[in-house]
């Protein structure tokens, strides 16, 4: 039986998936169905709260953070090298460095600043985007 993917996910990719009326909710909802692994790291977890704050509420956003915490499929990691390897907008490598320590598959982002990676031999990461997320997965 093959193992669960092993996914990083963009804040923004997180954002849209949470609401039920939500075209992307199949994102979450398979997260809390254990259809997949979601590696995060500290400081994905505080832009995560920060943004859910800023677009429903702060309670929503405890909530949510609460919810990843207690997943068994989602795996906090502690980086200890940081990359650098997004020059456009270095917020983004905070998700570079998570796939990277975590031997993810993939990382999902629909952002356009981590176009530059498929330039980048070493270390390989392997952006997709929503919907290949969605054939991969289904």
């Known amino acids: 039986m093959r193992n669960r993917l092993k996914v990083v996910l963009d804040t923004n990719i997180l954002l849209v ?27 994905v977890l505080l832009e995560y709260e920060e ?6 509420s702060e309670e929503v956003a405890k909530n949510v953070i609460r919810t990843l915490l207690h997943l068994e499929n989602v795996v906090l990691m502690t980086p200890f090298f940081k990359w650098d390897l997004i020059m456009d907008d270095k917020d983004d490598n905070k998700f570079v460095d998570c796939y990277i320590i975590s031997n ?35």
């Open 17 to 43: 998936s949470i609401s039920s009326k939500s075209k992307y909710h199949w994102i979450f909802s398979n997260l809390l169905n254990a259809k997949y692994e979601l590696y995060v790291t500290n400081e």
């Open 51 to 56: 943004i859910i704050s800023s677009k429903y």
């Open 104 to 138: 993810s598959d993939v990382l999902v982002s629909n952002d356009r600043h981590f176009d530059c990676l498929k330039k980048i031999d070493f270390p390989r990461v392997n952006v997709i985007k929503i919907d290949e997320f969605e054939r991969i997965l289904f």
